[in-house]
């Protein structure tokens, strides 16, 4: 029997809980991560960059169309589920009334250990659920409010 702690075979009691901690944190499907944000930064940047590289109006609006329906798709059918345990699907009665299902993982407390969610994921896609929606708003007000100015200042040079 070995009673020299620094040998390598006694463990800690907290390595388990540090190494938990860190388990949870840690992000499980990074490949998941970087599409859930890449198809919404992907708009953004293409909503931005449209007028510098000179594109045509339709053009650009059908690739910011596309990139939002990837997005879509992608956080309905894969990120949602991966990274926070969400599932929705459309369910027919008998009746042929059209109800939608929507289920979300347990509790934290209730789960194994396994199927548990990272922090990390569950905050990445919860602020780039948020977040780019907000920015978007942004976008539209100051759209709203550079061609009121304009509508504003060509009014006024008819009058004069």
Request: hydrophobic residues 45%; glycine residues 6%.
């Amino acid at each position: 029997m070995r009673l020299d702690p620094n040998e390598g075979d006694d463990v800690s009691l907290f390595d388990a809980e540090e190494d938990s901690a860190t388990r949870k944190n840690k992000i499980k499907h990074p490949l998941a991560s970087f599409f859930h944000l890449f198809f919404r930064v992907s708009a953004i940047l293409v909503y931005l960059l449209c007028g510098l590289i000179g594109g045509s109006f339709i053009a650009c609006m059908v690739t910011i169309i596309l990139l939002l329906s990837c997005d879509f798709w992608t956080v309905k059918n894969i990120t949602g589920r991966l990274m926070v345990g969400l599932r929705w699907w459309n369910q027919v009665d008998d009746d042929g009334k059209s109800h939608w299902v929507f289920e979300s993982r347990k509790p934290s407390g209730t789960q194994s250990s396994a199927s548990r969610t990272s922090n990390a994921e569950s905050r990445i896609f919860w602020l780039g659920l948020v977040i780019c929606p907000v920015i978007w708003v942004i976008f539209a007000f100051t759209t709203l409010i550079s061609l009121k100015i304009k509508w504003l200042a060509f009014t006024k040079q008819e009058e004069s």
